[in-house]
């Protein structure tokens, strides 16, 4: 069964920085488009970066030159490298997998912004 598992959250003060990881237990990571995306209470999820299986990657204009998304094949892990981060930015944060018409979430992690 495939799982994905998120780490690297925690507490950081405002203008601080964080690297997100997600592995997934798979022999075909490399044919995924991987994905991140966050919720806050009350809010809706939303994306806040993504990779194709080629390595293409894209951001929303509200995260964009902050946040970097990257994959390493060999590990089996999407990276989110986040940075100046705000209050509200914070949110749980997890990553996605997809391929075809099959898609795979992770737990969450959870970012809190505060000083």
């Known amino acids: 069964q495939v799982q994905l598992v998120e780490s690297g959250g925690g507490l950081v003060q405002p203008g601080g920085s964080l690297r997100l990881s997600c592995a997934m237990s798979t022999s075909i990571f490399s044919t995924y488009t991987m994905a991140w995306y966050r919720q806050s209470p009350g809010k809706q999820r939303e994306l806040v970066a993504i990779i194709t299986s080629g390595g293409s990657t894209n951001y929303p204009d509200s995260v964009k030159g902050r946040f970097t998304i990257s994959r390493d094949n060999s590990k089996n892990t999407v990276y989110l490298q986040v940075h100046s981060l705000k209050p509200a930015n914070a949110a749980v944060y997890s990553c996605?997998?997809?391929?075809?018409?099959?898609?795979?979430w992770g737990q969450g992690t959870q970012v809190t912004v505060a000083s």
């Open positions: 996605h997998a997809a391929r075809d018409f099959t898609g795979y």
